[in-house]
Every structure is written in C-alpha cells, then in structure tokens.
C-alpha cells in the first residue's frame, strides 16, 4: 500500500466548499439509472400508450366508443389517447409508478444499510431529505411527460393530428389541442405531488421498500373506494382520488378553473402534512439498522 | 464542555464524551459513559457483543441520538450538524456501498457530498487500500475485504484528523487483518488519530497506546495499556524444594498477593521489589527456588478478568481511569 498524503491544516484552517442540495439531486438521478424499477416504470409509462392505440386498433371495427368521456372522438384524433390514458390511468398505474421509486427512495438506503453512509459525510439531513424528495418528484414528471408524449406520438400516427372535440363540445384546432393536452399534463401533476408526498412518507415511516410501494398504492386505491361507497358522495370533491380529474377544467369552454383550484387546496391539504412527516421523522431518527 | 486537548495543548481534543446514555425502552445500550480521545491516540474501544460499542459510535457520528449526555468532536456535537462531523471520518459495523455502482463512482459520490476538494482526493485514496486496479467494478461483485477497504478509502476522501472504525478487521482473513492493521498503523503514524472498536485484543494489543473497556454499557477501564498492566500486577510463577511451605510463606509475604498454586506450581503477584524480599525469605524459610519467572500479561487476561465475572469488573463497579 502506497503512502498517504499529510493531512493538510487543522480542521478549523479548511477552506472547502460545503456540498448542497444540488449534490444530492444530481446523484440521486443518476442513481436512478442504475436501478431495475425507474425502467418499469418509464418503461410502463412508454408501453402503456402503444398497447392502448394496439388496442384501439382493434376495437375500431366493432364499436365506436364507450361510455367515458371522449370515447366517441378516440379514433378522429390522436390527441385524446392522453387524455384517455390520464383518465384511467389515476386509479392504480400512476400512483403506482410514482410509488416505484418515491415509495423506494429512503427505504432502500435504510435496508442496504447506506443511509449510514451519506449521513457521516458533510450533508444535513435536511438537505439529504430535499434532494432526494426532489428526485422523486422529477422521476414523476419524467414518466408523466413520457407518457404524454409516447401517448401524443402513438394516437396521431393511429388517428391523425386533428381537432379535438371539448367536453362542452366546442371543437379546438389540433395545435391547442396539444397545447390542452400538456396543460392537462401538468395539472395532473398536482395530486401526483401528493401521491409522491405519501409515497416519501411511507418509506421514512416504514423503512421498508415493498411496504412503502404498496402501501402507497393502497392509499391512492382506499381513496377511490371511499369514492364509489353508497352514502359518502358528499366526501366526493375533497377525495385524493377526484383531484385527479381535475385537468378536465380545462377542456371545457370556457375553462373551468374550479376543480383546478380545489384540486390545488385539497392535495395540499393532505400533501403537505405527509411531506411533514417525513422531513420530521428522517430530521429526527436514529440509524441503526443496515 | 469542550476542553483543550491535555496532551498537546492544541484545541479541543478529538473526541470528548460525557455521561453518555441509550436507553430503548427498560435497556440501557449504553450506560453512562465518559471518554476522551487525545489527538495523536490510537485508541482501542473494546467490550464483548452487546457491551454497546456500535451503539456508542454511532452516538459518535450522530447516526443517533443520546438520551442522555454530549459527544464532542473536536468541541462540535454531531448532533447539531454535519459540521461537527469535518475533519471525522469512518464507519459503524460493515462500511456499506451502492452495490450497482462501481468503486470509483461510490467514491465520487460520497466525494461530491464532501464537498469538492474531496474528489480530488479519489486516485490516491483508491491507491492507499490498493484497489485502483478494480474501481470500474461494481461494488455488488466485492469481497468483504475489499468493501473494508473501499470504507477507509472512503474516509480518506475526507482527509481525516480523526477516524472513527467500528470492528475494522471482522471478517477479513488473515492477510486482510494484517493489511488492515498495517494501514492503520501507517495512517497512524501520519498524525491521524484513530479510535477503533474491535473484539480482536491481540490487533488493539498491538495497534492501541490507549483504551476504554466496556461492559453492559458502562466503562470499566479506561487508559494506557501499559498503565492498565502496571496497576493489575505482574504475576509470577515459582516453583521450589517445598511448595507447601513456600506458599506458606507467600502468603505472608507483604507486597505479595494473590497466592495460589496453578498447575502444580504457586502463582502470585507482586512487584519487583516485594519478589526481592520474597525470594530472600524462601531461602531463608528452606524452601530453595528452583524455578522464580514472571508471566506476561495480556490484554486478553485483563480483559476477561475486567469484563467476566462479579468481581472489581461488575457493573456497578466505578470505572478504573488512567493515563
């Protein structure tokens, strides 16, 4: 073994920079390349659009629709296979794509035992806990935006880039029905923010992978249960489960803003607090295990 | 708290701790324990299994937190913040990896939460453990012993005044054991400061000017090595014409103690001078020495006779400090 260098100056002479946030993300990311369950999961994200127009395909030649919104219109434009696929894609294959790796992100550092090890080094916990929130969230947006995307790309080759009829009936030109469709998007990524904050929290909480995706899952699936339950229709619009239909405001002429906003206030109302959760219960924990 | 390291008179000593308690629920894991780590010390943390060693340093590295009492590095709490923890490096129980990762980018991402100097550190910290030659392999694809050593490559990148290592040597076989002790030394002898818990008495023996012996969670010995041999006696053995009457007369020697016949010939203890006046009165009394040698003591025989047993070692008992 060759020597090792003089340590140089006392402790207090050092002049380095100090590590931030941003060291986290960034490594977090890029360990997420490196891990079987970020490509189920954008893999699910990709696929899932090309089996649905696949399916479509089929379809076309017995019926021409369904009862859900824009069914009649999915095989006159491309554009509304995104909007399908947001539409069923909230009771389990979203949550559970954010859970993959939100649910994951803390419990798999505890169970492999390295949470021990980024935590001797020169982060706060604090700023462990944001960078890797913030990578869990990004990983959210990524398989969303991917989704979109592959589901944009897939309906137009299948139906073409053409106008889009809006749930109130008024017909858009193909480029804002694309705008609409990235708008929708977006605000679909608000109740996702709240599954991503439930996921965060159950993995602190649990310390344990599977539990934390699953159980993550099994929120977002409690949530529609209590939805279709006989006398607690009233619970409807403040249900996580609701909020995700909220980008729908948006295809109505003129746009409506309120589900939008109630969305906003109710998902913080229960996002918030998991996210609360979990700062405090990593802030505070004792690492032992691993 | 935080007082200035007595040895060199140069701040605050490496680590300082005071009336340190972890208790989960009725178990106290650690007991109340006060220790201090000179800079320079290569210092040995023993104790049987559950004696709350690990716990102890985990304290330590801020991993968690006391219920009662203060840890100082440096005169920084590590529960505070990570702050405290500059200049510190090591590891509790196995130094753990990302398995997916390679070598090198486990280094460079424990680097990058360093912060920026530490990067530049990586070629000569992966030299010092000798594994530059297998850095772009995966860490999943590691021995035990090479994950050992990828750890203390790890804490060099922090160009380290104090290392932390919890049981370094557990695990490895004995080239590794030699490899580590011999790395440790040399870091040692670099002015980097070491404290390190280990269950292998001979390595600490050999390693270690200065220890703290555990048991149930309490302290029951801490100080130099040669000053916890000096204060338990050298022991001898004798064997002469009449051992009847020469154990006889050791137990009435004064300065003798501890009289008793093992094996078929008398031990004792006593220092040098009492076995001077011992042999003088042997002769005197007709019990003609034959055979007059001094035992040497172990680390591992005070270490039994601290740790096993009711006697001066019970828990109760107040901790022996020295040096």
């Known amino acids: 073994m060759s020597a090792v260098a003089q340590p140089a100056g006392g402790v207090s002479e050092r002049t380095r920079s100090r590590p931030g946030v941003g060291a986290v993300y960034r490594w ?35 019926d021409n629709g369904g009862d859900f919104a824009f069914a009649s219109y999915l095989t006159k434009s491309g554009l509304v ?19 993959l790796v939100a649910g994951d992100i803390f419990a798999s550092e505890d169970h492999n035992g390295t949470l021990k090890t980024v935590l001797t080094r020169s982060l706060e916990r604090w700023q462990i806990f944001a960078g890797k929130a913030l990578a869990a969230a990004t990983y959210a947006v990524v398989a969303i935006a991917i989704n979109g995307t592959v589901a944009v790309v897939a309906g137009c080759l299948e139906s073409g880039f053409n106008s889009v009829q809006t749930l109130t009936g008024t017909i858009v030109s ?15 990524l608000i109740p996702i923010a709240t599954v991503v904050c439930i996921g965060l929290m159950l993995s602190t909480i649990t310390r344990n992978s599977a539990a934390a995706v699953v159980g993550t899952l099994m929120v977002s699936l409690l ?29 109505r002429q003129p746009i409506d803003w309120s589900p939008i906003i109630r969305a906003v206030w109710v998902c913080a109302l229960y996002g918030v607090p998991a996210l609360g959760t979990a700062f405090l219960v990593f802030l505070r924990r004792d690492v032992a295990g691993g | 708290m935080a007082e200035a390291d007595a040895r060199t008179g140069s701040g605050p000593a490496p680590v300082e701790v005071r009336g340190l308690v972890k208790r989960y629920g009725e178990l106290a894991a650690v007991a109340g324990i006060d220790l201090t780590v000179h ?10 299994n559950g004696a709350g060693k690990t716990t102890c340093l985990r304290m330590m590295l801020g991993l968690i937190r006391p219920t009662e009492g203060t840890v100082r590095l440096f005169g920084r709490d590590p529960q505070e913040s990570a702050q405290a923890l500059d200049g510190v490096a090591g590891f509790v129980e196995a130094p753990t990896f990302y398995p997916y990762l390679n070598g090198r980018r486990n280094l460079e991402l424990l680097a990058a939460f360093d912060g920026e100097d530490a990067r530049t550190r990586i070629d000569e910290a992966l030299d010092t453990v000798e594994l530059a030659h297998r850095a772009k392999d995966r860490v999943g694809g590691y021995s035990h012993g090479m994950r050992q050593r990828l750890g ?14 919890d049981e370094p040597a557990t695990g490895l ?41 555990v048991r149930t969670g309490r302290i029951v010995y801490e100080g130099a090595i040669s000053e916890l041999k000096r204060t338990a006696g050298a022991t001898y053995r004798l064997s002469t014409t009449d051992d009847e009457r020469a154990l006889a007369v050791c137990r009435a020697q004064p300065g003798v103690s501890d009289a008793r016949v093992v094996q078929g010939r008398i031990a004792f203890t006593a220092d040098d001078a009492a076995v001077a006046e011992l042999s003088q009165a042997l002769v005197e009394a007709g019990a003609l020495i034959r055979i007059l040698a001094p035992e040497h003591v172990t ?25």
């Not at chain 2, 800079?39 to 023993?46: F, I, S």
């Not at chain 2, 590794?176 to 030394?185: S, Y």
Request: aromatic residues 10%; contains cysteine.
């Open chain 2, 299 to 323: 680390l591992e025989d005070l270490f039994f006779s601290l740790t096993e047993g009711d006697g001066a070692a019970s828990a109760e008992a107040p901790a022996v400090v020295a040096g």
């Open chain 2, 152 to 165: 203390i490559a790890a804490a060099l990148l922090r160009n380290p005044k104090l290392l932390l290592l």
């Open chain 1, 174 to 188: 193909a480029p804002k029905g694309l705008e609409l469709v990235y708008l929708s998007l977006l605000f679909y």
């Open chain 2, 173 to 213: 076989d004995p080239a590794g054991m030699r490899d580590m002790r011999l790395l440790i030394r040399r870091l040692a002898d670099q002015g980097i400061t070491v404290m390190l818990s280990s269950h292998l008495l001979a390595e600490v023996e050999e390693l270690c000017n200065r220890v703290a012996i």
């Open chain 1, 81 to 99: 296979v995104p909007l399908v696929i947001l539409l069923f894609g909230a009771v389990w294959m979203f949550p559970l794509i954010t859970a």
């Open chain 1, 28 to 62: 977090e990311l890029f360990k997420l390349r490196f891990q079987k369950r970020t490509y189920l999961g954008l893999g699910a994200s990709a696929l899932v659009p090309i089996i649905f127009v696949v399916a479509i395909q089929f379809r076309h030649h017995r």
């Open chain 1, 223 to 251: 949530f529609q249960l209590i939805g279709i339950l006989p006398g607690l229709g009233a619970t409807q619009p403040y249900l996580l489960s609701t909020q995700f239909n909220a980008w729908q405001g948006l295809l």
């Open chain 2, 39 to 48: 800079a320079g010390d290569v210092y040995g943390y023993l104790g049987p």
